[in-house]
């Protein structure tokens, strides 16, 4: 499923015109980035719970050469699913 999807449907089920579903959707999806990036959580309700972690430093490997890289400390999204989302 991709955005248009979601625009698609929000059209379908709502009768809103599709300039105005996209940019609801484009409204939701912003805000939730912001969040984001301010290092806030967002909970859904029966959906599930995005937040942002620290990622730890570590030392890699470049394929092509085998010589080692050091991984610097960065941040990443996590997804925890819901309890209804889990049970699918």
């Known amino acids: ?37 301010e290092g806030d959580r967002i909970e859904l309700r029966g959906f599930g719970i995005f937040n942002v972690r620290p990622r730890k430093t570590g030392i890699g490997r470049n394929p092509r050469t085998g010589a080692e890289v050091a991984i610097p400390p960065g941040k990443a999204v996590r997804f925890k699913p819901g309890k209804e989302l889990q049970s699918l």
């Open 1 to 37: 499923m991709i955005k248009l999807d979601i625009i698609n449907e929000v059209v379908n089920r709502t009768g809103i015109t599709k300039t105005k579903a996209e940019m609801a959707v484009e409204t939701v999806f912003e805000t939730m980035k912001k969040a984001l990036t």
